[in-house]
């Protein structure tokens, strides 16, 4: 084998092997072994009983919201940290702060984000068209997505049991 088919076999290991180590991490979540102990908090007198170490949530959203969060915006974002995307924590407050717009309220501004980010930005409302360069990454399009299921993703990162729990 000559010198210069010697380099490209070695290349292409090389190449092949970082892909591969890119795939393994592009495929860990920073929540994919967080342990289901945390229940979120309602507001009852119940809520005062500390979490044991292997409590399920009893609460459907909650669950529903965390399994959602993992395999749609873990990979961007963090409740309480900023990454690719900011942190989530009040999130719904920061957008219904943002206020009405077109006869929209900012929360109904930020489902349309979250289902695909162009339309807000698109009708120009002032609060999407601030964050649209948040960062170099452009925010995913989840149309897929229901209203119910949205509801259950802020109901998970906006529980302050989440906010106690994550790193």
């Known amino acids: ?3 210069s088919k ?3 076999v070695e290349l292409a290991v090389i190449i092949l092997f970082i892909l591969g180590i890119s795939a393994l991490i592009w495929n860990i979540t920073p929540y994919s072994s967080m342990p289901a102990r945390v229940a979120p908090t309602t507001g009852t007198t119940a809520d005062a009983t500390p979490a044991t170490a292997n409590q399920v949530p009893a609460d459907k959203q909650w669950s529903h919201g965390r ?9 961007c974002h963090n409740p309480k ?4 995307g900011p942190a989530l924590i009040g999130v719904t407050k920061r957008w219904e702060d943002g206020g009405s717009y077109q006869g929209k309220t900012g929360k ?6 979250i289902k695909n980010w162009h339309d807000p ?5 002032p609060y999407a068209v601030g964050i649209q360069n ?4 452009f925010m995913n399009t989840f149309t897929n997505l229901k209203d119910e299921d949205i509801d259950a993703i802020l109901h998970y990162v906006e529980t302050p049991a989440v906010a106690q729990a994550l790193p």
């Open 121 to 125: 930005v698109d009708a120009k409302y």
């Open 67 to 75: 399994e959602l969060f993992k395999n749609n915006c873990a990979s």
């Open 134 to 137: 948040y960062s170099p990454s």
């Open 6 to 8: 010697k380099q490209l």
């Open 1 to 3: 084998m000559n010198q």
């Open 108 to 113: 109904q501004w930020l489902y349309a984000w």
């Open 81 to 84: 940290v900023a990454q690719t």
